[in-house]
Nanobody
Framework: QVQLVESGGGLVQPGGSLRLSCAASRSIVGINAMGWYRQAPGKERALVAT???????NYADSVKGRFSISRDNAENTVYLQMNSLKPEDTAVYYCNAKLLEGAAYNAYWGKGTLVTVSS
């Protein structure tokens, strides 16, 4: 199991930047994949960016070239650097970990951090 705690959300103007952090309660070295999802008001939760244990990344088309996911194994933390933010990026951002436990993959979620992009 793993507990995830997000931080770094807040209010930012369009065009601004934020860096989100996701601190894990255990080493992330053995976690199969970690990533960020977001849920805007009235919408379903959607993928933003993921990174596999081997370092492969995947991004939603809407954030490619603006967002970057990274990890610090020593700090057991995954980051999401968000640049050139737009009002449509406003959402609650959730950290996700996919962990192989026995014969099944289990997904773990943080409680989320709110990002508001507005002038």
């Amino acid at each position: 199991q793993v507990q995830l705690v997000e931080s770094g959300g807040g209010l930012v103007q369009p065009g601004g930047s934020l860096r989100l952090s996701c601190a894990a309660s255990r080493s992330i070295v053995g976690i199969n994949a970690m990533g960020w999802y977001r849920q805007a008001p009235g919408k379903e939760r959607a993928l933003v960016a993921t990174m596999t244990i081997g370092g492969l990344t995947n991004y939603a088309d809407s954030v490619k070239g603006r967002f970057s996911i990274s990890r610090d194994n020593a700090e057991n933390t995954v980051y999401l650097q968000m640049n050139s933010l737009k009002p449509e990026d406003t959402a609650v951002y959730y950290c996700n970990a996919k962990l192989l436990e026995g014969a099944a993959y289990n997904a773990y979620w943080g409680k989320g951090t709110l990002v508001t992009v507005s002038s």
